[in-house]
């Protein structure tokens, strides 16, 4: 008897919460983006597909399906950061297969060596390529996302992928290394100067 | 006027060993003129200015050199007359020590001033017009970072100014010019303040000066006293408690009104303006003398100058000369800082100007600044939380940029951190708490900027997708216009067929009713032939013109090509003997009698020609026609495409029995024939249109591309029946005799194949001869043109051709990487090299082309220039060594060929490199490395030979 | 002339100030503390000392070693030394050499070093170290002297070390061993049957206590650290006694006696000031304070434990990270202080 009355009081108690979760899932749903939108926000929006996908788009879509979050190299760690922060899953190295991560880049075209062939132009995913058939062809530096899908299709390999020199306008400090990476990098002379700016003259 | 101003307090805040007395006890003195002066177009926060002036240039002092570019900006003038030398990037005294662009003055000593505006009266001036006298002056402010003084004087519309705050706290330690300017020149910073008061109209006005300069407070006090009539409004000035950072905009706002400026506002919006003592200075220098921005008192002190003191000092000057008045000992000088010692940056070198915001030079030496020491972990003591003027947790901030959790360090303002120093001035464990901030700050605004990119690139990646969507819809709805159009012509024309046949037009009674197949569309082609004739005569009576020969070739050659298709098919039918007898000799007839029309209509033809050579030439065609003919000439294209495509799936699953196979060929075949004759037809009336004025010498051309087109055809039809052939030999399952019935239809096909070619080639070699020379001349602008379609036509070739072993390449690498049998690969090898081959023999060809069409160009050019009779032949033209003619076009294909060369060989060392790095068998590619990279290495000697001879 | 690049500000106090300064001055601050525990208590308290300083001198070097870090950078802040410091004042001055050395390399070894060490472990290795001795040796860690009946330098040494017989001028307790195991006596029965509870005992209790705040006002003087954490425990700990005497008199003890019994006065000034383990911002030091002020009277009156402040601070250790999250500054310029985590954005 006893034991009846405890199944039932639990069970009673079971359907409540249950009950109160259930209007509480119902009632303070979060309202946001699409999953898929959101994660898309967070890639570069290179279009490279160096993940293998065709596109941004579909990689955060493949994302959404459960695809691993480390695949995208121009987005590097911190983008791997934030999607493991909005998935709620655990951060993972980038996948080496898919490219490693690189400075930010900008094609550049060696326009006394372009033949005018436009196979750039359709290459190009953001429509950073500016030319006519026959013509002298040129990159919009502005627009360019540093994808590098116009370097193969050049028959002639005039474009060059070159970093972004900063400018004083884009400058900024060199984080300070820190006790421990002066000791991971077996630096006896353990003093804290500014790496970016190299020797002085 | 010195009565008690009521002081408020500020958070934190250190007291730094002040280090000033080393400075200010000289009076400002002025420093001779340097020989040079270097003024970067950017000393201010905002657009670099504008260069109004060039090298060359001579300048007087105080003209402008660059203007403001934007409204937030500022002018430059030139400190003193002189020469400009130069206008190049150089090092700019930036804590980056990047470069930017620089004007380099070489100083003449004279001094000469240029028109000075002078404003005495500038009570009585309107606030507009002071503004616009402070902004052409390009005053900035000369305390911090130098943001335009007219930006930050001019007031949002709603905002009324109510106090004006005047900083002379200069709170950083060793750093005296502004205490010297407030001490010698108090009287230009009160003059300052009215004209200020005149824009601002301020109810008050309180300058701020830290309580150890208690003379420059007494030397403001006396000026305010003695000037009563130009300062409508209260002035006083507050001796605040010595602490640093007191000097900043915010906390000097805080001691004096305990207001704070609310996050992401400015102190407008709490009706404050803050001036630095130096900027109100320089705005009355610029009122009441006319003197633009061109000099600045600048402290120099430190351990390693001898003699420390104030300098009026010109922007422009090298810090070097300023040290060296100095009496700097250049083995003593370890840090050179611009600014003070608690938020100036160090520079680089001592080959740097003074600029605008120059307060401070601080040559310091080892014992005076010595290295950092080592940071510890942070020990989380709290000292630099209690010492932030911004009440900020430096400890917590740091760990966040350290980790570059930005999010999280942006949560807890990391932005509001002033970059006062003042806790790494503090902390005990070394940490340079400022550099993380600086990092993480510029980490934040890069992923800022990052994002706003992607959103950028998303938003044209976007556009770019709907773009080609579009496009792709466009085309596919005006393919469909198309077929509906013809659907309906192909109605219209029918009808119209009907009643030319109950007219009984004997034309084009010919073929059509010889053509009894039933084929509807071949009718509807005679249809608009019958058409196009009927209406040429009705708008073009008067003209019996050549414009009737075109139907007639057209009818001509359509009854040929008729005539030709069903022998060809009564042979194959024969060959085969799959017909019977009956069908046969059905066949038979219909061939004899589409001969018999073929030769009818060529009669005419002939007849229409002789009739035309009289005939001026016509200049009217009607255009409708074309459009029709095109109409339908696209019209059968699709329907012979179509039916190519279905007999190629068909063939492919081999589901069909050979007849049935057969019976598609020959529908595919009478469908391209279809289209064929349209098409002829269509270039036959282009032809006649009246923008061809010789049309004798066109026609020719005409027939040759027809030929070509027919040719073409052949041969694929060869290649695609051997093709097919092969196949079904191989697999073995059909019939000994099926095989040699496709053996020999196979063969037919060639033989028309090479017919086809014998005849293009002889229309080709005929048509030379035929052609009048006269016409030609007229026909052709240049003669150079006919070379350059050739070249033209070469060059597809030649990408085709490579295009061709590019695809060879592939599929051998691909065979090799699937391991596929070596007999395959071999096979595919030798395909490799003879694709590899035809284009080089192209390619050589093309060369050989492209020089000639230079060398044609090259000779029009000159023959232009000369007078058109002696317009030379083209033979003696040809003669002519083309290599002189134009060295700069030579040197750019040249180029072309040097880089692709180069291409080629970087692409085979790629392949090279990623083979190693698989430990793959290298030497082939090694081998065609070395090949590619001797190709390479001529070309570009050839081009670096054709560079000297182009320069010499 | 080769010139530095390098980040302002350029002027830096920390050369003179840095963490081996810190660390100094709360040795120093130490003294008078030692100085009446040795005259109350005897050579003990010295001889624990040089010995727990030798034993964390050594498990420091040994353990950077094993990590790979500069012995000399690190051993110089100081900060093992006044680990030691602490942990060998908190324990009986008589207690068996192997009570120190089983703390003190716990208390570095673990509690220090394993968590990543110097600025990185959550709890005050001194703290933790005497709670896992308490908890495993109970009887070793209450064994105290009575005032003023401590043997002879070398009779203490030799107590220590072993080498020499258990003496019998021990007590079995402090005042609050005492008075915790006291049920059922009214307070001034109490203190006239207890020897640990005779006025001489607490006199020199009360002497002890007095040099540690001593020690803590002039590091208060010096900014070593501010007064939020010290006066909020305090403070805090006054409130629940008061609050308690006046209730019932005779069963809680007054205001002075937990102020000046135990080791209050070394808790609210050398351990609760810990930087590294307590809360961030000042608020939330003295929220930090208040908490180990309330806990510790907890414990005292209704736990099972004696003394209390070890546990208190741990487990207000374990709370630091969450009052920092609600206890951050109002930064200049905005209206309210932050509280919380940044949100997820969406
Ligand atoms: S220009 Fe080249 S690198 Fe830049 S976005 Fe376009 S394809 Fe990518
Ligand atoms: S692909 Fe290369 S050659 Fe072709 S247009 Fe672009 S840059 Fe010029
Ligand atoms: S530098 Fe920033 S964090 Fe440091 S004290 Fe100044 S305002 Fe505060
Ligand atoms: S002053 Fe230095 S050691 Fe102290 S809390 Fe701040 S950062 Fe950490």
Known sequence: MTLLTAILALVALALVFGAILGFASIRFKVEGNPIVDQIDSLLPQTQCGQCSYPGCKPYAEAIADGEKINKCPPGGENTIQALADLLGVEPEPLDAEHGEESVTKVAVIREDECIGCTKCIQACPVDAILGAAKQMHTVIASECTGCDLCVEPCPVDCIDMVPVAPTVQTWSWEQPSTTADSIAAKNDNLIITDKGRGAAA | ?952 | MSLLAITSPHMNKSNARGVGFIMTQVVLATVPGILAMTWFFGWGTIINICFALLVALACEALVLKLRKRPIGFYLKDGSAIVTALLLALAIPPLAPWWLTLVGVAFAIIVAKHMYGGMGYNPFNPAMVAYALLLVSFPVDMTQWVLPDTAPSFSGTFQHIFGLAPAFDGMTSATPLDAFKHSANQTLNELFQSTPALKSETLHAWQFVSMAYLLGGIYLLTRRIYTWHAPVGMLGSLSVMALIFSLYDADVYASVSFHLLTGATMLGAFFIVTDPVTTATSTKGRLIFGIGVGVLIYIIRAFGNYPDAVAFAVLLMNFAAPFIDQYSQPRTYGHKQARKGLPKKKD
């Not at chain 2, 024939?673 to 269509?682: G, V």
């Not at chain 2, 072993?805 to 599929?811: E, S, T």
């Not at chain 2, 060392?909 to 065609?928: F, V």
Request: proline letters at 5%; charged letters at 30%.
């Open chain 2, 1 to 952: 006027m010195s009565q008690a101003i009521k002081l408020w307090d500020i958070h934190g805040g250190i007291h730094p060993e002040e280090n000033k007395s080393q400075s200010n006890q000289l009076p400002i003195s002025t420093l001779p003129l340097p020989k040079k002066l270097y003024l970067p177009l950017q000393q201010h926060i905002g657009s670099p200015s504008e260069l109004t002036v060039k090298i060359g240039d001579k300048v007087l002092k105080g003209q402008r050199l660059a203007e403001a570019n934007g409204f937030i900006s500022a002018s430059l003038h030139a400190p003193t007359s002189g020469t400009i030398v130069s206008i190049e990037e150089r090092q700019i005294p930036h804590a980056s020590g990047l470069t930017a662009e620089t004007i380099e003055i070489e100083t003449d000593g004279l001094e000469q001033w240029c028109e000075r505006e002078v404003i005495t009266d500038y009570l009585h001036t309107d606030p507009i017009a002071l503004l616009a006298h402070i902004r052409n002056h390009g005053i900035t402010g000369m305390g911090g970072a130098g943001f335009p003084t007219a930006v930050k004087l001019t007031p949002k519309d709603d905002d009324h100014i109510d106090t004006l705050i005047i900083n002379g706290a200069e709170c950083e330690p060793y750093i005296t010019s502004d205490q010297l300017l407030m001490r010698e020149r108090a009287d230009q910073v009160i003059d300052g303040i009215s004209v200020l008061g005149q824009i601002l109209k301020p109810k008050r006005c309180i300058i701020g000066v830290e309580d150890n300069k208690l003379d420059a407070v007494k030397a403001l006090r006396d000026s305010i006293d003695a000037h009563p009539k130009t300062l409508p409004f209260e002035v006083k000035v507050a001796a605040i408690p010595t602490k640093y950072p007191s000097g900043g905009e915010k906390q000097l706002i805080q001691i004096l009104t305990g207001k704070e400026v609310p996050h992401g506002s400015i102190p407008a919006d709490l009706g404050i303006v803050c001036q630095n003592v130096g900027t109100v200075a320089a705005i009355s220098k610029a009122v009441l003398e006319g003197e633009p921005l061109i000099s600045r008192i600048t402290t120099v002190t430190g351990d390693a100058v001898s003699q420390k003191g104030n300098f009026e000092t010109l922007i422009g000057t090298p810090i070097e000369d300023l040290l060296a008045h100095c009496g700097v000992d250049e083995s003593k000088l370890f840090r050179l800082i611009m600014g003070g010692p608690m938020m100036g940056f160090t520079l680089h070198s001592t080959d740097l100007p003074v600029i605008k915001t120059t307060n401070c030079i601080l040559a310091a030496t080892e014992q005076e600044f010595p290295n950092p020491a080592q940071a510890q972990d942070c020990i989380r003591c709290g000292m630099c939380a209690e010492a932030c003027p911004a009440e900020l947790l430096p400890q917590q901030l740091y760990w966040f940029s350290r980790s570059k959790e930005f999010d999280k360090a942006k949560h807890f303002n990391l932005f509001d951190c002033i970059e006062c120093g003042a806790c790494s001035f503090v902390c005990p464990s070394h940490i340079p708490l400022v550099q993380h901030f600086r990092f993480a700050k510029g980490g934040i605004r890069q992923e800022e900027q990052a994002h706003i990119k992607s959103e950028h690139a998303k938003m044209r990646f976007e556009a770019r997708q709907d773009r080609l969507a579009k496009e792709e819809a466009e085309k596919e709805a005006r393919r469909k216009a198309r077929a509906d159009a013809a659907a309906k012509a192909k109605a219209e024309k029918e009808a119209k067929a009907k009643l030319a046949e109950s007219q009984e037009s004997p034309t084009t009674n010919t073929p059509t009713a010889d053509a009894s197949e039933g084929d509807d569309k071949k009718a509807a082609i005679a249809a608009a032939i019958a058409r196009s004739k009927s209406k040429k005569p009705a708008s073009n009576e008067t003209t019996p013109s050549s414009v009737d020969i075109k139907p007639f070739k057209v009818a001509s050659s359509q009854a040929r090509a008729a005539h030709l298709q069903a022998q060809r098919a009564l042979n194959a039918a024969k060959e085969t003997g799959e017909l019977s007898k009956e069908q046969i000799a059905e066949q038979e007839a219909n061939v004899s009698s589409l001969k018999k029309a073929y030769e009818d209509a060529k009669a005419k033809l002939d007849q229409a020609k002789n009739g035309n050579t009289v005939a001026p030439a016509q200049e009217q065609a009607p255009s409708v026609d074309i459009k029709a003919l095109k109409v339908a000439s696209s019209q059968t294209r699709a329907a012979y495409l179509k039916a190519q495509r279905a007999f190629d799936t068909a063939k492919e699953a081999g589901e069909l029995s050979a007849e049935q196979l057969t019976e598609q060929a020959s529908e595919v075949s009478k469908l391209q024939t279809d289209y064929e004759n349209a098409k002829a037809k269509l270039d036959a009336a282009k032809n006649g249109s009246p923008t061809q004025t010789a049309e004798a010498a066109s026609s020719p051309t005409v027939d040759i591309k027809a030929l070509k087109v027919a040719s073409s055809q052949a041969r694929a039809a060869y290649l695609k029946s051997q093709r097919a052939y092969d196949a079904s030999k191989e697999d073995g399952s059909t019939s000994e005799d099926e095989l040699s019935a496709q053996l020999k239809k196979v063969e037919a096909l060639q033989s028309t194949y090479e017919k086809a070619k014998a005849a293009l080639d002889d229309a080709k070699s005929g048509k030379t001869p035929a052609s009048n020379p006269v016409a030609k001349e007229k026909a052709s602008p240049s003669p150079s043109e006919t070379f350059e379609n050739k070249y033209k036509q070469v060059k597809v070739e030649t990408s085709q051709a490579r295009a061709a072993a590019k695809q060879a390449q592939k599929a051998v690498d691909e065979a090799n990487e699937q391991g596929k049998d070596e007999t395959q690969i071999k096979e595919l090898e030798t395909a490799l090299a003879e694709s590899v081959q035809t284009y080089e023999k192209l390619n050589s060809k093309k060369l050989v082309l492209q020089e000639k069409v230079k060398a044609r160009k090259a000779v029009e050019a000159s023959a232009v220039s000369q007078p058109k009779e002696s317009k030379p032949a083209p033979e003696t033209v040809a003669e002519q060594p083309p290599a002189e003619d134009d060295p700069t076009k030579k040197l750019k294909e040249l180029k072309v060929a040097a880089s692709q060369s180069k291409a080629a060989w970087r692409k085979l060392e790629r392949e090279l490199g990623k083979a190693q790095e698989a430990g793959e068998d290298t030497a082939e590619l090694e081998q065609k490395v070395s090949a590619a990279k001797t190709t390479y290495e001529q070309a570009n000697e050839a081009k670096t030979t054709a560079m000297a001879a182009l320069n010499s």
